[in-house]
T-cell receptor
């Protein structure tokens, strides 16, 4: 069973289009994240949701809007795509608190490679 | 945020031990030391974490300096499947904010 899944795996689109990437986790975690990994391979956190509430919102353009319909899903919608949005986007989840002793291991999905032409 | 410094790349021979260093001289008392790795074309995966004492698990060992200003991830017998980028990350207790650096790219030679 896939713990954190993302769809689609590859996404090729034209500049100016609007697209969404879906993420689902079946681990029962209460926190989900979106990360962006650019062409230089730097991995940067974009958003974090805890129990459907936004708790981390890094400096990303407001063209990016995360949507969490429930604890198991965190989708990423991108408006007016630009060339610089081309990257691999990773979704992740973790269980904050509890008996993990601050461990808070994050489980990552396989990534979605977005190419904007 | 406390930062970490790692070598850009390291090489190892298959079935030999690998010691991956990480410097974190500005670490605070509430920072845990976490290690993740990213295999080619995959998302990062958790390896190990610790606070003050050395730690062992099925994947690796973590040796933490007494002053906590540095740590070393130890892979006891490197395999070809261990070729990945290894990230050393400092995280405050129970904080879900995780900041990745450039990491160390480990190459394992047969």
């Amino acid at each position: 069973d896939t713990a954190v899944s993302q769809t689609p795996k590859y996404l090729v689109t034209q500049m100016g289009n609007d697209k969404s990437i879906k993420c689902e986790q079946n681990l029962g975690h209460d926190t989900m994240y979106w990360y962006k990994q650019d062409s230089k391979k730097f991995l940067k956190i974009m958003f974090s949701y805890n129990n459907k509430e936004l708790i981390i919102n890094e400096t990303v353009p407001n063209r990016f809007s995360p949507k969490s319909p429930d604890k198991a899903h965190l989708n990423l919608h991108i408006n007016s795509l630009e060339l610089g949005d081309s990257a691999v986007y990773f979704c992740a989840s973790s269980q904050v608190g509890g008996t993990s002793g601050g461990h808070n291991e994050q489980f990552f999905g396989p990534g979605t490679r977005l190419t904007v032409l | 945020d406390a930062k970490t410094t790692q070598p850009n790349s390291m090489e190892s021979n298959e079935e030999e031990p690998v010691h991956l260093p990480c410097n974190h001289s500005t670490i605070s008392g509430t920072d845990y030391i976490h290690w993740y790795r990213q295999l080619p074309s995959q998302g990062p995966e958790y390896v190990i974490h610790g606070l003050t004492s050395n730690v062992n698990n099925r994947m690796a060992s973590l040796a933490i300096a007494e002053d906590r200003k540095s740590s070393t991830l130890i892979l006891h017998r490197a395999t070809l499947r261990d070729a990945a980028v290894y990230y050393c990350i400092l995280r405050v207790y129970n904080n879900n904010d995780m900041r990745f650096g450039a990491g160390t790219r480990l190459t394992v030679k047969p």
